[in-house]
């Protein structure tokens, strides 16, 4: 396994080490060999030090997941910029405020994708960035004019910056380095025992913070990714297919389309070379492992984090098939668990507290530095805001702190939708809660009571939601109207009712 003090020297030794293997192939069978990559890296980050991008600027990008993103990765780490990859889920609201947050010299998106116009987007929102529209290749230039790359250091810089959406409404910027990246990576590809035959299927947007820790692992041990712009099983599965992926990833949504594809057709194999499926995001429903493992010929191998730490535990092929099913894996190399229970002493084990950790791959803080006396406690463990225990030195997560609904990978803030709601004219009361769905984990529903006896219909509150900027998988997919929320004696909404109520 390769190592390196960072993700531009992990490509220049990979190139270096087997230039000729594939590194990526996307939908359209267009090739880029890890050669090929180094040398368009460096291309485009000649174009981008054209126009001013140098060591330490920020550049927000949104960009589908292409051969043109990984590129632009590259190329922002040839230049030590900061770079700061942004879902592309997210719409004027939280482009807005990461924007205005960040502070970037460049933003970078395509025109249209998916329907939706980037481009007025970023006009609509930029605070003075430039604007750097890009649909194809990133702007090349000529390699022999760029700056030396940055040296590596025993105390790197920020160079990665990760928005999340929490229990606030507002998203925040959790700040990487290459060190926490390569980390995780690292202990990713231990776990799964990457090799540089395996062919990893890239499912989810690449903007995601395990876009460039697959891209790290896949540096470290040569395989190859296997990518898609967006998730749509008629086409993808059959790419994959095609293939002869051998990593089948990464959550819940993907394992389900994979098995039901392969019940369509039980006489032949549908991955014949598949090891394993990687899941992560929320916990999976055990019977998926089994049904995988029975009829795919292979596991699931789920991690446990968040993006402000990434991977805190995950299971290995080698741990026994019960924990496989019902739990979240053990913690990574140099992953430092405790949990504390809600009275504030250290649990037992077996017993349920909150999840804190040190670890070589969490965050150097957020952006906005007045937010960390609450992330981090007196001992300097990040507090997780999930409830977990430790079953045989296993990860079980049982629930949450925070007010945060994880639907298909992604956190929605409860918060931020009860505020929106909470402005129509028809809302007089709002809770909105995550209900167990089998295919996306959670889906949001808010729970209503209206003004008068004007009750608000699916669609209008589909509309409005969509009218004030909110990104389309925050949006509740259920809504319930009631004469009343139940409230404690100090007023607060007693949200395990409410699930109790609509989880049937």
Not at 9 to 38: Q, S
Not at 142 to 153: H, V, W
Not at 276 to 283: I, M, R, S
């Given at each position: 396994?390769?190592?390196?003090?960072?993700?531009?020297?992990l490509?220049?030794?990979?190139?270096?080490a087997?230039?000729?293997?594939?590194m990526?192939?996307?939908?359209?069978?267009?090739?880029?060999?890890?050669?090929?990559?180094?040398?368009?890296?460096?291309r485009?980050a000649?174009?981008?030090q054209?126009?001013?991008?140098?060591?330490?600027?920020?550049v927000?990008?949104?960009?589908?997941?292409?051969?043109?993103?990984?590129?632009?990765?590259?190329?922002?780490?040839?230049?030590?910029?900061?770079?700061?990859p942004?879902?592309?889920i997210?719409?004027?609201?939280e482009?807005?405020?990461?924007?205005?947050?960040?502070?970037?010299?460049l933003?970078?998106?395509?025109?249209?994708?998916?329907d939706?116009?980037?481009e007025a987007m970023?006009?609509?929102?930029?605070?003075?960035?430039?604007?750097?529209?890009?649909d194809?290749?990133?702007?090349?230039?000529?390699?022999?004019?760029?700056?030396?790359?940055?040296?590596?250091t025993?105390?790197?810089?920020?160079r990665?910056?990760?928005?999340?959406?929490?229990s606030?409404?507002?998203?925040?910027g959790?700040?990487?380095?290459?060190?926490?990246i390569?980390?995780?990576?690292?202990?990713?590809?231990?776990?799964?025992?990457?090799?540089?035959?395996?062919?990893?299927?890239?499912?989810?947007?690449?903007t995601?913070?395990?876009?460039?820790?697959?891209?790290?692992s896949g540096?470290?041990?040569?395989l190859?990714?296997?990518?898609v712009?967006?998730?749509?099983?008629?086409?993808?599965?059959p790419?994959?297919k095609?293939q002869?992926?051998?990593?089948a990833?990464?959550?819940?949504?993907?394992?389900?389309g994979?098995l039901?594809?392969?019940?369509e057709?039980?006489?032949?194999?549908l991955?014949?070379?598949v090891?394993?499926?990687?899941?992560?995001?929320?916990?999976k429903?055990?019977?998926?492992?089994?049904?995988?493992?029975?009829?795919?010929?292979?596991?699931?191998l789920?991690?446990?984090?968040l993006?402000?730490a990434?991977?805190?535990?995950?299971?290995?092929?080698?741990?026994p098939?019960?924990?496989l099913?019902?739990?979240?894996?053990?913690?990574?190399?140099?992953?430092?668990?405790?949990?504390?229970?809600l009275e504030?002493k250290?649990?037992?084990?077996?017993?349920?507290g909150e999840?804190?950790a040190?670890?070589p791959?969490?965050m150097?803080?957020?952006?906005?530095?007045?937010?960390?006396?609450?992330?981090?406690?007196?001992d300097g463990?990040?507090?997780?805001?999930d409830?977990?225990?430790?079953?045989?030195?296993?990860i079980?997560?049982?629930?949450?702190?925070k007010?945060?609904?994880?639907?298909?990978?992604?956190?929605?803030?409860?918060?931020?939708?009860?505020?929106?709601?909470?402005?129509?004219?028809?809302?007089?009361?709002?809770?909105v809660?995550?209900?167990?769905?089998?295919?996306?984990?959670?889906?949001?529903?808010a729970?209503?009571?209206?003004?008068?006896?004007?009750a608000?219909?699916?669609?209008?509150m589909?509309?409005?939601?969509?009218?004030?900027?909110?990104?389309?998988?925050?949006i509740p997919?259920?809504l319930?109207?009631?004469d009343?929320?139940p409230?404690?004696?100090?007023?607060?909404v007693?949200?395990?009712?409410?699930r109790?109520?609509?989880?049937?």
């Amino acid at each position: 396994m390769l190592e390196a003090r960072g993700i531009w020297g992990l490509i220049t030794k990979r190139a270096d080490a087997t230039p000729d293997a594939p590194m990526v192939v996307d939908e359209t069978r267009t090739t880029l060999t890890f050669a090929d990559y180094r040398d368009a890296a460096e291309r485009a980050a000649a174009g981008l030090q054209d126009i001013g991008v140098g060591e330490g600027s920020v550049v927000t990008w949104i960009l589908p997941t292409t051969n043109h993103a990984f590129v632009l990765v590259g190329a922002l780490c040839r230049l030590g910029a900061i770079q700061n990859p942004v879902l592309p889920i997210y719409r004027d609201r939280e482009v807005g405020f990461i924007a205005k947050q960040a502070k970037p010299q460049l933003l970078i998106v395509p025109s249209v994708y998916r329907d939706f116009d980037f481009e007025a987007m970023a006009k609509r929102v930029a605070e003075g960035a430039e604007l750097l529209v890009c649909d194809g290749p990133i702007p090349e230039g000529d390699p022999s004019t760029l700056d030396p790359p940055p040296d590596g250091t025993d105390d790197p810089p920020v160079r990665w910056l990760f928005y999340t959406s929490g229990s606030t409404a507002d998203p925040k910027g959790a700040q990487h380095t290459d060190a926490t990246i390569m980390a995780t990576a690292k202990g990713m590809a231990e776990r799964l025992q990457l090799v540089s035959d395996d062919r990893n299927g890239l499912v989810f947007p690449f903007t995601h913070i395990a876009g460039p820790i697959w891209l790290a692992s896949g540096l470290m041990v040569g395989l190859r990714h296997l990518i898609v712009s967006a998730w749509d099983p008629p086409t993808t599965i059959p790419f994959f297919k095609e293939q002869d992926v051998t990593i089948a990833g990464s959550g819940t949504i993907f394992h389900m389309g994979y098995l039901t594809a392969q019940r369509e057709d039980t006489s032949t194999p549908l991955f014949p070379k598949v090891r394993c499926f990687p899941g992560g995001g929320a916990p999976k429903p055990p019977q998926l492992h089994y049904d995988l493992s029975k009829e795919m010929g292979a596991p699931i191998l789920s991690g446990y984090g968040l993006t402000e730490a990434p991977i805190l535990t995950m299971a290995s092929a080698d741990d026994p098939d019960e924990s496989l099913a019902n739990t979240e894996g053990g913690p990574m190399p140099g992953v430092d668990l405790k949990l504390v229970t809600l009275e504030g002493k250290l649990a037992t084990p077996g017993e349920e507290g909150e999840i804190r950790a040190k670890a070589p791959q969490l965050m150097k803080g957020y952006l906005d530095a007045s937010l960390d006396a609450e992330a981090f406690d007196e001992d300097g463990y990040f507090r997780t805001g999930d409830l977990g225990r430790l079953d045989d030195g296993y990860i079980v997560i049982t629930g949450r702190l925070k007010d945060i609904i994880i639907r298909k990978g992604e956190n929605i803030s409860a918060k931020e939708v009860e505020d929106l709601l909470f402005t129509h004219p028809k809302v007089a009361d709002v809770a909105v809660i995550g209900l167990p769905d089998p295919a996306a984990g959670e889906r949001a529903c808010a729970v209503v009571v209206t003004k008068n006896a004007d009750a608000i219909s699916m669609d209008e509150m589909r509309d409005f939601l969509k009218d004030l900027g909110l990104r389309m998988q925050a949006i509740p997919e259920q809504l319930e109207i009631v004469d009343a929320l139940p409230r404690n004696p100090a007023g607060k909404v007693l949200k395990q009712d409410l699930r109790k109520a609509y989880s049937s």
